[in-house]
């Protein structure tokens, strides 16, 4: 298959440029314009702040060109594969591509434990209880250890990471500002890694190019421009992790025929949906499957999602093999597969359209 994703230039290798300005190992290619603007001005502070769903494209169609964001945005990149905040988020906090950390969707079968977990919740997905076996595995296997941990293990700089839930977690988007503005006055240099969960939640509900989704972009534009206004020594990174795409929901339980040839549920995303296959059952699934629905997704055997190297490149974590089942279906259209254990939605990511994948790289160096 063709990899539209640029490995050379998506996430992974933004964190890679952070890693190399705070004196961490890297394993893949830093972005040269990133490493420079941090060598010329050497700050004090590295803030990134990471609007969830936030695409290029869609950002483009929202803002008018004396907004902040479209002023500031250096370039267009990539997200990584899938282009869903599990992988995402990931690869920018660690430096690895999903392959490598094996956060590789929002549902992911781990075969240690012969369930299909939602990850970053630590439930199974069919009954959406809490996994007792996940705890461990997760440990053992996937990859936890982020950036900031590394940068504080070192203890040369801090980093501190702000999340609007979890222990310590902000109250809303002002104070996710305040907090990064207090962090930037405190002697010593120091990494900032923040996470909003707009306008993505929102997407989901009300669709990407919502009269409601362009406040909230322009809210946060405006915001962040006022935050840049207040701070000294400090570069300004603001990305997201993935794009949207309004979907048109096909429900996989109107195909009793296709989900009988199944071992296990779907897995992965809806858009970048697994398939475990039983074995006397593989050519007559692919044929089905193509029949129903080939013009809107591309069905590919996981020998060959292998080696596209789709999830980029690296050591493969010990779960991804068998985390890809036997066939990945990807979305190229507004259409997508829902399960009888998936969330519906009005609006999607993960899938391959332009909207999904291309991320703004905006970038402010505040004197």
Not at 262 to 290: D, M, P
């Amino acid at each position: 298959m063709k990899v539209k994703n640029n490995y050379n230039e998506c996430l992974t290798n933004l964190a890679c440029s952070i890693r190399k300005y705070f004196n961490l190992d890297y394993a893949h290619n830093t972005l040269p314009y990133l490493d420079k603007i941090l060598e010329e001005n050497n700050p004090k502070n590295v803030v990134v702040i990471l609007y969830d769903g936030m695409g290029s494209r869609i950002l483009d169609r929202q803002l008018s060109k004396k907004e902040f964001f479209i002023k500031n945005k250096y370039k267009e990149i990539t997200t990584v594969f899938p282009a869903t905040t599990t992988a995402a988020t990931t690869s920018i906090r660690t430096g690895y591509n999903p392959v490598e950390h094996g956060w590789l969707g929002w549902n992911v079968y781990i075969n240690k434990i012969d369930e299909t977990i939602t990850l970053f919740l630590g439930t199974k997905k069919q009954t959406k209880e809490i996994s007792q076996k996940y705890s461990d595995t997760k440990n053992k296997y996937l990859m936890t250890k982020t950036i900031s941990d590394e940068i504080n293990e070192k203890d040369e700089f801090k980093a501190i990471e702000l999340f609007p839930f979890g222990v310590g977690h902000y109250k809303g988007l002002d104070d996710m500002l305040q907090k990064i503005e207090k962090e930037t006055n405190k002697e010593g240099k120091k990494y900032i890694y923040a996470y909003d969960e707009q306008p993505d939640h929102t997407m989901h509900e009300l669709g990407p190019d919502s009269e409601e989704v362009k406040e909230l972009i322009k809210i946060r534009s405006k915001k962040t421009e006022e935050l840049c206004n207040k701070l000294k020594d400090t570069l300004v990174i603001v990305i997201a992790d993935h794009g949207h795409k309004k979907v048109e929901n096909i429900f996989l339980k109107d195909y009793p025929e296709l989900l009988d040839m199944l071992e296990r549920t779907t897995s992965i995303e809806q858009r970048a949906t697994a398939f475990k296959v039983k074995e006397s059952k593989k050519e007559k699934f692919k044929t089905k499957f193509n029949e129903l629905f080939g013009n809107y997704y591309k069905l590919y055997p996981k020998e060959e999602i292998i080696e596209s190297k789709l999830f980029g490149n690296g050591i493969e974590n010990n779960i991804f093999k068998d985390a890809l089942g036997d066939f990945l279906g990807v979305a190229y259209t507004e259409k997508t597969l829902v399960n009888e254990d998936d969330d519906i939605l009005v609006s999607h990511h993960a899938g391959y359209t332009d909207d999904e994948i291309y991320i703004p790289l905006i970038i402010k160096m505040c004197k």
